[in-house]
């Protein structure tokens, strides 16, 4: 069963389709981290941020379409951070999805610069007049605002300042949701509240927006968590048991595999409730998150 | 003789002043990089480009203290690529401006998260609809466009890719200006533009700032490689010769010391004629050029 509803699945060619649009041109003297950026960029999974950006802004009576440039500035966002994760200095990862990391492939400096670069087109995607004119420009710097916080240091970047210094560290629970509602929930979190706000919505609905793409988050770690202990390699196509092996606490080394379950079932019951909201039309992202979060691999 | 007049140095008070308050708390589980953030911007040299920003506001009739935001998210730019510069996989300095750099303080890994970290909060911060409320939004979005631009691939990290790829290369004048147009050059024009459009400047005295900005930085590069061989190590406080010894193009390597310096003197008049669009005003930004430029150490 595909994870898209078909409306979906035309969100996400929609971004594979955009995306090369607004990164920039590989005909410059710059030429190697422009080639760089658009490598980190290529092939990229399931575009689940861009994705939950166009879905909430249609769910708001907005026109999905019309944020494409925010929805192509996140993914550029979780890109840059995927770079810069995998250097040696960080989790030092020669692979992402298969292929060589981007440092692998271009050079430390190039990555590095890559992941800069792409962090700061973002922000040039959003904030340029030409991007998304049919949107109020209250609403457009409000939405930009909104990603700004979710991806810094109060964010994204104080999540994986967290996650390098609780390794081989003991964390409890609570510092651990800390570290995944910056690390994991809070691009989530944007994303949704984002194509809200883009969408003209009223602050109950990006309350509610919020809401739900930080309990998916949270969620989603569990699941993640939960699957490194009891999936199969074969299922997950990745070596399994490798947080164990990283001294990684987890929500299984945590609470243990019965309670780490428990606590994924409430916080979908959680996330599903957020989408009340919205009533019947958020039918389909009622099945999304089923989808999401019941996955084997 | 001080380099800033007395109403340039009050600028350079407040920034120093202000600065602190725009960084995040440290009182945070996320607290290492905070720290790195604002170890990063301690103590810092000139401040030029937020003096510059503060100058050109008040050069165009606006309020020069209402664009602190703006020119505290500058400082933080500019600091974040200072950052990453030094770092191993870059220039691997472990000194800057004779303190140990943020790697060798903070770790490799707090570094590149410092990095990132103060090239996103300079967005939070000029994207925040409490940061100079006072100015209309889309000054306010223009101008953060302009320092988005300049800070970007298209700008100042343009200029270090092509500083990285023209080590040990031949190079020729024409290409070591583009680079210098983006790694020194880019955010000195956002600087002065950003300080005109923030002030509510028409298009003409906005083009002449950004002008002046530019060459300005152009001019300084040049400068900087004229003394790089004709001062002694005690006038400059570090060593001299560096540039040969790095086997890197300069302008005194790639025209000759006679040929640099008349280029530096035409890239000075240019500079001094882009300031003829503010008149009688422009005085005290004359005579900062003049020193900046004249200067020997």
């Not at 050079?107 to 610069?113: H, N, P, S, T, W």
């Not at 973002?122 to 979710?150: C, G, K, T, W």
């Amino acid at each position: 069963m595909a994870l898209y509803s078909e409306k979906m699945q035309a969100y996400q060619s929609l971004i594979e389709e955009s995306l090369p649009k607004y990164l920039p041109a590989t005909d410059t003297p710059w030429a190697t981290t422009a080639r760089a950026m658009a490598y980190a960029c290529e092939g990229g999974g399931k575009r689940l941020r861009p994705v939950l950006m166009m879905a909430f802004a249609d769910l708001c009576g907005g026109d999905a379409k019309s944020v494409l440039p925010f929805a192509c500035a996140l993914e550029m966002i979780h890109s840059s951070s995927l770079v810069h994760d995998d250097l040696p200095c960080m989790d030092n990862s020669p692979l992402r999805r298969g292929k060589p990391s981007v440092h692998v492939e271009f050079g430390e400096d190039m990555a590095l610069l890559a992941g800069d670069s792409l962090l700061n087109r973002a922000y040039e995607v959003m904030l340029d007049p030409a991007s998304a004119p049919e949107i109020p420009v209250d609403a457009r710097l409000r939405a930009a605002f909104v990603i700004a916080q979710a991806t810094g240091i109060d964010g994204m970047m104080g999540g994986q300042t967290m996650d390098l210094e609780s390794e081989h560290k003991r964390i409890d629970a609570e510092t651990l949701e800390t570290l995944q509602r910056g690390k994991t929930a809070a691009l989530l979190r944007a994303a949704c509240a984002a194509g809200a706000i883009l969408a003209g919505a009223d602050d109950a609905r990006v309350a509610a927006a919020s809401d739900y793409g930080e309990t998916l988050g949270l969620c989603f770690q569990i699941v993640d968590d939960l699957l490194d202990v009891t999936a199969t390699a074969e299922q997950l196509g990745k070596p399994v048991g490798l947080d164990a092996g990283h001294d990684k606490a987890t929500y299984v080394t945590l609470l243990g595999l019965t309670a780490a379950r428990e606590m994924a079932d409430r916080r979908e019951q959680e996330a599903q409730r957020a989408l009340d909201a919205f009533g019947e039309a958020a039918e389909e992202l009622r099945r999304l998150t089923e989808q999401l979060l019941s996955r084997t691999c």
